[in-house]
């Protein structure tokens, strides 16, 4: 099947040239490092002379901070600086818009906003100083739903939002002063589709807040060095970090170097950083370099987690089932600030996204994300999509099996085609969704549902398919062909475990037609690098991987033109761009088949299949781990992660109590790989980081009731929920 | 944080520490539980006094009598691997095999879970249903109890300071007694459990119940041993199993938590019990 205008070119001939490499499974270059401990992380950095910082945090959700006294802690020994909001004010931090205040100075938003920061020569000491600061507090009413927040008359928890910064552009007008971001999607006639409809069908589904759950919680490292501010980070996007500093700080950002190495795991939350800035005023103040290790409590109590959300969608069909209209409503938990979200709307990136998948003849779609006294969301791997796809997969199957149609067929029978119109109003010219819905029932031998008998123990099948874009954006590296006959690529791309350096090796090597053995990858910080837009928006293989690509491409022309190999030719040095900036999607779907206990509740999963389309390999053993992982990661959040939330406090604080699954958990799972609709990345790749976690929990919500006849409308899919539902329909 | 850190070689060196510092010294035997307290600053010892180099605590072993001897400082590990532990009772290696992961289960010891009285522990209410004592020695002496009077609270046991746990001691298995121990997890395969049973019990010759220990845990401030359960069933056929089982409701005193609401636990306390008596009955 042919690909978009102008990838054909990319893809024809050079995979043939280089099938060798990328068929082979890679070693990672970093791999060696890692597994002897050689890895240098954030937390592992030292400076002489380093000081420990700690933090003084609000304990209510929103209050007036009235006095704040620091004396106590200023007299402790070791103690060499203590700041509050006074010394900041009136510093504020974000990706987009700059809402979240650097030190609190009038007001604390949530449980865990930072009131007051020590450095101190030992972390000890700057922990004991943080309990000897007395702020006095005068409680404020605390608006801890989405409901509270945009009803009349409440309190604005931004009464100044007019003065923020707002990076890039204007912000988008908004219904209410406590919303944050706030978009309208209309296409096609949406009256006229549900008059038109045979039936219509209104759901509403809820999801919690969850955490990323990196292993490695977030570690800082500031000092001057002359005029030049140095930054040690867990940040996974130096450079955008660094222009967030220089708008935050007043400094220009050629005088900010960060410097972001191995990461110890993302899932999307290592995009935003809080300390670095408070860290640049401790170290300023005492002159010495300021060290900020956070513990993992920290990490699930004060970062940027997962939205929670409400979504009601609404849904006509004709009497065959065909989608004719859909309307959809998502609102967004957003937190205390808005500064974890980098897109324009400050809504998580795929906010709109709802009923992905499907020919949309019209469409009204509406999402929001609304201010609380909450932990601050951010983004999270696929942010937006877990809400969005739970809620639209689930409602497809209520439709489907509320007309009598089988849920595969009733998926088989909307799945958008080359040419429909889809949820977004844009014609769809990705996966040719028919043959992966094919291609799924085929290799999970889906077959009709049995009679149920009423016996202990029953299984089910669960459907669920999604979309994600291929990453889009620009990057650069250069190339240097050194005398030995090898070459060093120097990117500014940190590696957060996903394997960029190792994709960057394998791309070089398979273009210039040499060993990967014989392509180094270096990772420079920002002052030794071509700009980089970080790792993220499953940008790092069609976006960084291009320009790895073209560099190697820059790199033969040259010596093509010198009439020279690679093996007799001088050192020179060639830089690679990459733009990619066309709408591209892929789908995925999986189906699994689940045992249900009615007397418990309790579920397991026996097996599942995954079709994705996944377009060129590179990396095989990476690809495959990052859907194995991925599908994982999304069973965790459809069974049992929920960062629980009570009057605005996190009680699910360490992850004894915030579980994640074990390999124990996780399901024999078949992968069916599709390769043959080449993307806009290198050779044809796209991107799969985020490709098979969003719609698990649907997945398992689907088989469900499938199962045992009850229906789950919110995450986590509990036993005691499928229990509590059981129990209704019993009685 | 700071403290000293003492290894004593003996168990005499060890009650000595422990009379010199008093409330002041914290006992550490595989650190599980003792690191994470003091890491969460719930936990300040000035004195850690480890007793993982105390030989004479060590060793699992069938006892003259047909029973079996735990050292306190056998890891979880040791007794889920012990061939003379399986051999007594395999529902008791189930029991520790149960426990968390393997990584923890090589460090957790058998005296620091009983002494650390988490109410959803796995092998204490298994100890518990297989009748066990528990051997305690502080420089006054030594005493035993039973395992039942140990644990008396959330995180609270009878002990005083100055008092170590030395071994627990199982009696001998009557034959033709049957064993289980059931662990629910409805979340993911390393949690603690929502409700957990352990069960023994034996027929005698007419095929009535002759004797039956049930115990359950995470279901109140301690392992609870259901004695109405027990009691109604007692002397009876395998037939009165069912309404004896709904007796458990009112013997338990869950609460809402992550694992589960009071009223859910409540329900899957009877679920678990009649599928462990299901079990021994078998």
């Given at each position: 099947?042919?690909?978009?205008?102008?990838?054909?070119?990319?893809?024809?001939?050079?995979?043939?040239?280089?099938?060798?490499?990328?068929?082979?499974?890679?070693?990672?270059?970093?791999?060696?490092?890692?597994?002897?401990g050689a890895a240098r992380y954030a937390a592992d950095v030292a400076m002489p002379g380093m000081l420990h910082a700690a933090y003084v945090t609000s304990p209510y959700p929103h209050a007036r901070i009235g006095?704040?006294?620091?004396?106590?802690?200023r007299k402790l020994p070791g103690?060499?600086?203590?700041?509050?909001?006074?010394?900041?004010?009136?510093?504020?931090?974000?990706?987009?818009?700059?809402?979240?205040?650097?030190?609190?100075?009038?007001?604390?938003?949530?449980?865990?906003?930072?009131?007051?920061?020590?450095?101190?020569?030992?972390?000890?000491?700057?922990?004991?100083?943080?309990?000897?600061?007395?702020?006095?507090?005068?409680?404020?009413?605390?608006?801890?739903?989405?409901?509270?927040?945009?009803?009349?008359?409440?309190?604005?928890?931004h009464p100044d939002a007019a003065t923020y910064v707002f990076l890039g552009g204007t912000r988008a007008e908004r219904p209410h002063p406590n919303v944050q971001g706030h978009a309208v999607h209309v296409h096609g006639d949406v009256e006229a589709g549900f008059r038109a409809s045979h039936k219509v069908y209104e759901h509403s589904f809820s999801v919690p807040r969850?955490?990323?759950?990196?292993?490695?919680?977030?570690?800082?490292?500031?000092?001057?060095?002359?005029?030049?501010?140095?930054?040690?980070?867990?940040?996974?996007?130096?450079?955008?970090?660094?222009?967030?500093?220089?708008?935050?700080?007043?400094?220009?950002e050629e005088r900010i170097v960060v410097d972001a190495g191995y990461i110890g795991g993302d899932f999307g939350g290592k995009g935003l950083s809080i300390d670095e800035f408070v860290l640049y005023y401790l170290a300023r103040a005492t002159g010495r370099p300021v060290r900020a290790l956070t513990r993992y409590a920290d990490d699930l109590q004060a970062t940027n987690t997962r939205h929670a959300a409400t979504i009601t969608l609404r849904t006509g069909v004709d009497a065959e089932g065909r989608i004719l209209a859909h309307t959809s409503r998502v609102v967004f938990d957003g937190g205390a600030y808005a500064a974890g979200k980098p897109v324009m709307t400050l809504m998580p990136g795929d906010a709109m996204l709802t009923l992905a998948g499907y020919r949309v003849p019209a469409?009204?779609?509406?999402?929001?994300?609304?201010?609380?006294?909450?932990?601050?969301?951010?983004?999270?791997?696929?942010?937006?999509?877990?809400?969005?796809?739970?809620?639209?997969?689930?409602?497809?199957?209520?439709?489907?099996?509320?007309?009598g149609i089988d849920p595969l067929e009733f998926r088989e029978r909307n799945i958008v085609r080359h040419g429909d119109v889809d949820v977004t109003g844009q014609p769809w010219h990705g996966t040719d969704g028919?043959?992966?819905?094919?291609?799924?029932?085929?290799?999970?031998?889906?077959?009709?549902?049995?009679?149920?008998?009423?016996?202990?123990?029953?299984?089910?099948?669960?459907?669920?398919?999604?979309?994600?874009?291929?990453?889009?954006?620009?990057?650069?590296?250069?190339?240097?062909?050194?005398?030995?006959?090898?070459?060093?690529?120097?990117?500014?791309?940190?590696?957060?475990?996903?394997?960029?350096?190792?994709?960057?090796?394998?791309?070089i090597a398979a273009e210039l037609g040499i060993p990967p053995g014989r392509v180094a990858v270096s990772r420079g910080t920002t002052d030794a690098v071509l700009s980089d837009p970080g790792v993220g928006g499953s940008r790092v293989t069609p976006v960084q991987g291009s320009a790895a690509l073209d560099a190697a491409r820059m790199l033969k022309a040259k010596l093509a033109e010198l009439g020279r190999t690679i093996d007799d030719a001088g050192e020179m040095e060639v830089t690679g761009e990459a733009a990619q900036e066309t709408h591209e999607a892929s789908m995925y779907a999986y189906v699994l088949r689940l045992t249900v206990d009615r007397e418990t509740g309790s579920l397991k999963i026996n097996d599942a299949t995954l079709v994705a389309d996944v377009g060129t390999v590179i990396n095989p053993v990476a690809l495959r781990g990052q859907l194995e992982g991925g599908f994982i990661f999304g069973l965790g959040q459809a069974v049992m992660e929920e960062l629980r939330v009570e009057d605005g406090r996190v009680v699910t604080a360490n992850l004894g109590d915030y579980k994640l699954p074990t390999i124990a958990d996780a399901p024999p799972l078949r992968i069916e790989l599709i390769t043959d609709h080449p993307g806009p990345g290198p050779f044809g790749a796209k991107s799969v980081g985020e490709l098979a976690n969003p719609a698990v929990g649907a997945a398992v919500a689907n088989a469900v009731q499938d199962a045992c006849g009850a229906r789950v409308m919110s995450l986590p899919v509990t036993a005691e929920k499928i229990w509590a539902e059981l129990r209704k329909g019993s009685a | 944080m700071t403290f000293d850190y003492h290894e004593p070689r003996t168990l005499a060196e060890a009650l000595a520490l422990l009379d010199r510092y008093g409330e002041d010294a914290h006992l550490m035997a595989g650190g599980t539980a003792t690191v994470l307290l003091m890491r969460q600053g719930l936990l300040r010892p000035g004195h850690v006094i480890a007793l993982r180099a105390i030989d004479e605590l060590g060793g699992i072993a069938h006892t003259p009598d047909g029973g079996l001897r735990i050292g306190a400082m056998a890891t979880h590990r040791a007794v889920e691997r012990s061939a003379d532990a399986f051999a007594y009772s395999p529902a008791l290696t189930d029991a520790f095999?149960?426990?968390?992961?393997?990584?923890?289960?090589?460090?957790?010891?058998?005296?620091?879970?009983?002494?650390?009285?988490?109410?959803?522990?796995d092998p204490p209410p298994m100890l518990s249903a297989l009748n066990a004592t528990v051997s305690v020695r502080s420089s006054r002496g030594g005493r035993s109890l039973p395992i039942e009077e140990l644990a008396v609270d959330h995180f609270t046991t009878s002990l005083a300071h100055g008092e170590i746990i030395t071994e627990v001691i199982l009696p001998p298995i009557e034959?033709?007694?049957?064993?289980?121990?059931?662990?629910?997890?409805?979340?993911?395969?390393?949690?603690?459990?929502?409700?957990?049973?352990?069960?023994?019990?034996?027929?005698?010759?007419?095929?009535?119940?002759?004797?039956?220990?049930?115990?359950?845990?995470?279901?109140?401030?301690?392992?609870?041993r259901a004695r109405r359960v027990e009691d109604a069933l007692r002397g009876q056929p395998v037939s009165r199993a069912r309404d004896a089982v709904d007796l458990v409701r009112d013997e338990i005193d869950p609460i809402d938590d992550l694992r589960g609401s009071a009223a859910y636990k409540r329900e899957m306390a009877r679920i678990w019990t009649g599928r462990a008596l299901a079990q021994v009955t078998r």
């Open positions: 099947m042919p690909g978009p205008a102008g990838y054909d070119r990319a893809v024809t001939g050079v995979v043939e040239r280089s099938a060798s490499i990328l068929d082979q499974p890679e070693y990672r270059v970093e791999g060696s490092a890692k597994v002897t006095s704040v006294d620091v004396s106590a802690a103690v060499r600086a203590v700041l509050t909001g006074a010394d900041t004010k009136p510093g504020r931090l974000g990706r987009r818009l700059q809402d979240w205040p650097i030190l609190c100075w009038d007001r604390v938003l949530f449980i865990g906003d930072r009131v007051a920061a020590i450095a101190a020569d030992t972390a000890r000491v700057a922990e004991e100083a943080a309990r000897l600061v007395e702020v006095e507090y005068e409680e404020l009413p605390s608006i801890l739903d989405t409901d509270a927040a945009l009803a009349a008359g409440v309190p604005v928890l969850t955490h990323q759950a990196y292993i490695e919680p977030r570690a800082t490292l500031v000092w001057l060095d002359g005029e030049t501010v140095r930054v040690v980070t867990t940040n996974k996007a130096p450079f955008a970090l660094r222009q967030h500093m220089s708008v935050a700080l007043g400094i220009p469409a009204r779609v509406e999402a929001t994300t609304v201010y609380t006294n909450q932990v601050p969301a951010g983004h999270a791997r696929a942010p937006g999509q877990p809400q969005n796809a739970f809620a639209a997969e689930s409602h497809i199957d209520l439709i489907a099996r509320d007309l028919p043959a992966m819905l094919a291609r799924l029932r085929t290799a999970s031998s889906y077959g009709p549902s049995l009679a149920r008998p009423r016996q202990v123990n029953w299984w089910g099948w669960g459907v669920a398919l999604g979309v994600r874009h291929v990453g889009r954006g620009r990057a650069a590296m250069v190339l240097r062909k050194l005398a030995s006959g090898r070459v060093e690529l120097r990117t500014g791309v940190s590696d957060q475990g996903g394997g960029a350096h190792t994709l960057f090796q394998r791309i | 095999g149960s426990v968390a992961t393997v990584r923890i289960r090589n460090q957790a010891t058998v005296g620091g879970n009983l002494a650390h009285a988490d109410p959803a522990q034959p033709g007694t049957r064993e289980t121990y059931l662990k629910f997890l409805p979340r993911t395969a390393d949690d603690y459990a929502t409700v957990s049973v352990a069960a023994t019990l034996r027929f005698a010759p007419g095929g009535t119940i002759a004797e039956t220990r049930i115990v359950l845990g995470a279901v109140g401030p301690t392992p609870i």
